[in-house]
């Protein structure tokens, strides 16, 4: 810490309009880094229900978009490729990015040093381009087509700018070396540090409890597969979070499923905590919620993809399941009930710590002070 004491720090995040994955990782940048301001794209205060608030931000020129429009961000690509180019970040000696998509593109002088912490490889480039632009008309299709070409040679070109990138999983490196043919190190991403003592659980409809989602309520998380599959199975499911699709999933849910929206952190402690198991159908990068669900000792019933594998032990702290299709995911719940009394809560709650608050920041700050 000794060679950044004297160092002018900046921290740069995508977005600053949903709290999620993304911004419990840029809690912690911001309690290694106490003095750093923090750049985003765009800033909703309302939607960030207090956090940060205590905190200098920045915001790009987005921010003086018309309501309607920064609140439907996908008719701001167009302009995102330019609005961390233009950030001024001349004063500042290292500069951390905290990256799912378009902060690892902003320009730093000679000097500076740069280390970007990767969410995820652009996933609408790569990975969720039909999906993410399904709403276009099919007369722009070539078009489309042209963009996306063109925000791949962006975000290739963005990611040769830092110094130094660290990505959130094994899965996630692999990825890097796939679609920016650079080499990163993996420091996975701390999981909130919530206490247990004297939590009153929550039953939803069972003694036995239910099943929880939590999670952002966007398209590519498939959500409304786990819905569709517990509509037909009858058991009762509790689904945590906000986003896109919310009103959808409350108007197919069966009464059965309850679709909650926003909680704080003590009232989600109580829905992890009288949960039977928690499911997880996104192939992510990570996924800090399944780290939050295994902390309480309770199951994680996911798809075998992405940075799952990293986290869930088959058998010993959870199952998985192949394909994100309501039969499969019925399945697995089924297979789950045949064998639940077998699983040690114990044991699960050993194997969440491996992902600490406390060994997230000694890896980072190993990294800058390395860096600097």
């Not at 970040?89 to 290292?94: A, G, M, V």
């Not at 070409?149 to 962006?154: H, N, T």
């Not at 070396?177 to 659980?201: C, F």
């Not at 019933?301 to 019925?330: C, M, N, Y």
Request: glycine share 6%; charged share 30%.
């Amino acid at each position: 810490m000794k060679k950044i004491n004297d160092k002018k720090v900046a921290i740069v995040h995508d977005f600053l309009t949903q709290y999620g994955g993304a911004e419990k990782v840029l809690e912690s940048f911001c309690e290694i880094f106490p003095e750093a301001p923090i750049y985003t794209l765009l800033y909703d205060k309302k939607k960030m229900r207090g956090k940060f608030e205590d905190r200098e931000i920045c915001t790009s020129f987005l921010q003086k978009f018309p309501k309607f429009l920064r609140k439907r961000k996908r008719y701001l690509v167009p302009f995102m490729t330019t609005a961390p180019e233009v950030f001024d970040l001349r004063d500042f000696d290292l500069v951390v990015s905290s990256s799912g998509a378009w902060s690892k593109g902003i320009v730093t002088r000679l000097n500076t040093v740069h280390i970007s912490y990767m969410h995820s490889p652009m996933r609408f480039a790569w990975d969720y381009n039909e999906e993410y632009f399904r709403d276009i008309k099919k007369k722009a299709g070539i078009f489309k087509r042209m963009f996306l070409s063109y925000l791949r040679v962006w975000d290739f070109q963005a990611a040769q700018r830092p110094d130094i990138l660290i990505a959130n999983s094994k899965y996630t490196k692999k990825r890097i070396e796939k679609y920016y043919r650079r080499r990163s190190e993996v420091v996975y991403p701390p999981a909130v540090s919530l206490k247990h003592k004297n939590i009153e659980t929550l039953k939803q409809g069972s003694d036995r409890g239910y099943f929880l989602v939590v999670s952002r309520l966007a398209a590519y998380k498939k959500i409304d597969v786990v819905v569709k599959a517990f509509n037909k199975i009858g058991l009762p499911l509790v689904v945590i979070g906000e986003g896109e699709q919310s009103s959808y999933l409350k108007k197919i849910a069966a009464k059965n499923v309850k679709i909650l929206g926003w909680k704080n952190d003590k009232d989600l402690e109580k829905y992890y905590q009288g949960s039977r198991a928690f499911i997880f159908p996104t192939v992510d990068d990570f996924g800090i919620t399944m780290i939050e669900s295994m902390s309480h000792g309770k199951p994680v019933l996911a798809i075998r993809k992405g940075g799952a594998i990293e986290i869930v032990k088959e058998g010993i702290s959870g199952e998985f399941f192949d394909a994100q299709t309501p039969e499969v995911i019925s399945d697995c719940v089924r297979r789950f009930m045949e064998k639940e009394g077998q699983y040690d809560s114990e044991i699960i709650k050993e194997s969440s710590k491996k992902f600490t608050k406390k060994k997230f920041k000694e890896r980072i700050m190993e990294i800058v002070e390395r860096s600097v």
